[in-house]
């Protein structure tokens, strides 16, 4: 509850900091902001509480969330530094972040359907704003455009299934709703399955999955190259988060009707992502589509819903949220420093940065699944899920779909090491901008190396 409050008035503080003119302070006084709620987030460990009349409560599993989000929302503040300064980003940014992180949290200690709605419109309507924030590019105003829509069909169907549940339960507890379902299951009437089919498309819209996935690449590929990181890493988590929690706890006696959907749209999203994202030329692109394909894999945890699928989501949404991280900061300041953002465009970038081209090619590597990077038991622990629920024929598919994915991240880490076709490129300005990358790289090894460290926090 804490930590919800320090964000609130760190993003209040953000927003007023053109009024009362500490401006230039706002940026560190931002990061002291997240890394107070996430020494307060992680003091909340082993704490079992309800506030605000049972509509916010607090576990471990939110504590793990939370400090997921508020861990990766620093690390991107960390990268983006460079983005404030440019002159289409004013301070308001700052606020817009930490308001769409709050409301991440918010949709991760939720108790109450009505919580999980307001945190849920919190972050998107903070990220409507940011996707635009590059107000003279053609491509953005169409990538906020485009997330809005999205945005208000899965609003509209959210709502509808909240509508539906609540007229066959009375209740927008979850608890209640858990303990209604399990007393009176044989006698649910059809409306009922019809607002969990509701709440279920309101929720994949928002992580991109098939078939909703529909504007997602060109929301990815058109916002600011920050932004766009923010949504691959802090919107997942929360997605997932709030998604997980809603299915395994409050819809969990009625697990026969939904994990069959779960199951067929883990297995359209992770082939339709993958074989797409092979025919992409652009880097950005490329990356936009495997963001796809990635949330089929997650999607195989509420496949098979168990002892084991929670912790296996994860361990992947932080090996998945470091290597894309890492190798969006390197995107990011290549595209300011060349204007490209092609895979052709990073040749001859280990002649000329060779340690760039080591952290960039490990980053990849893990999102591809290879061994010994953290991304490899992301991929192995999802599977051993699906495996102990007999999910046998989702694990062949996901396995094919890995292969289809190893092709195109080698087709970038094969450019990395190619000679550059003319005179010798300039990747970047600074090398202390890519910190992130450097960070990631080592942690996408580290994580591999340990990965009991974060296979059974839950």
């Not at 530094?81 to 939720?110: C, Q, R, W, Y």
């Not at 060109?218 to 766009?228: E, I, K, L, N, Q």
């Not at 060779?354 to 991929?379: D, E, N, Q, V």
């Amino acid at each position: 509850m804490n930590t919800i409050v320090i964000l609130s008035i760190t993003g209040i503080a953000a927003m007023l900091s053109d009024v009362f003119k500490f401006k230039k302070i706002i940026y560190a006084l931002s990061i002291l902001g997240l890394l107070t709620a996430l020494v307060f987030s992680i003091r909340d460990w082993g704490l079992f509480a309800s506030y605000f009349n049972n509509m916010v409560q607090t576990d471990n599993y939110a504590v793990v969330f939370t400090s997921m989000l508020i861990g990766f929302t620093t690390l991107w503040f960390m990268m983006s530094a460079d983005f404030f300064k440019s002159p289409s980003s004013e301070g308001e940014h700052f606020a817009l972040i930490i308001f769409a992180l709050t409301g991440g949290v918010m949709m991760t200690n939720f108790s109450n359907l009505s919580m999980l709605f307001i945190g849920l419109e919190i972050l998107s309507i903070a990220l409507y704003i940011l996707a635009g924030s590059n107000k003279s590019n053609l491509k953005s105003n169409e990538a906020a455009l485009k997330y809005f829509m999205m945005g208000a069909f899965a609003t509209g169907f959210l709502l509808m299934g909240i509508a539906l549940i609540y007229g066959a339960t009375a209740s927008f507890n979850i608890q209640a709703i858990a303990d209604y379902i399990t007393q009176n299951q044989s006698t649910l009437p059809l409306y009922f399955y019809a607002g969990i089919i509701m709440m279920l498309i309101g929720l994949t819209f928002k992580i991109s999955a098939v078939p909703f996935h529909f504007w997602a690449p060109d929301v990815y590929d058109g916002s600011p190259t920050p932004v766009t990181t923010f949504m691959m890493s802090v919107v997942k988590i929360a997605g997932f988060a709030a998604l997980y929690r809603l299915f395994t706890s409050c819809f969990i006696a009625v697990d026969n009707f939904w994990t069959p959907i779960f199951a067929g749209m883990s297995a359209l999203t992770m082939l339709l992502g993958n074989i797409t994202a092979v025919s992409q030329t652009s880097f950005k692109r490329m990356l936009a589509y495997s963001s796809v394909a990635h949330a089929g894999y997650m999607l195989m945890s509420l496949a098979s819903p168990g002892a084991t699928s929670g912790n296996a989501l994860v361990y992947y949404l932080i090996a998945y949220s470091i290597a894309v991280m890492g190798v969006m900061n390197f995107l990011f300041h290549l595209h300011k420093t060349t204007g490209k953002e092609d895979i052709q465009s990073v040749r001859g970038l280990f002649r000329a940065h060779p340690l760039t081209a080591i952290m960039l090619s490990i980053c990849i590597l893990s999102m591809a699944g290879i061994p010994p990077m953290a991304g490899f038991f992301g991929k192995y622990f999802m599977f051993i899920s699906a495996l102990n629920a007999n999910l046998v024929w989702l694990v062949i598919i996901a396995v094919l779909c890995s292969l289809v994915g190893i092709f195109y991240y080698f087709r970038v880490i094969i450019a990395v090491f190619q000679d550059a076709e003319h005179e010798q490129p300039v990747f970047y300005n600074k090398t202390s901008n890519l910190t992130v990358l450097y960070i990631c790289g080592v942690l996408s090894i580290l994580i591999g190396i340990a990965p009991q460290i974060f296979a059974n926090l839950l």
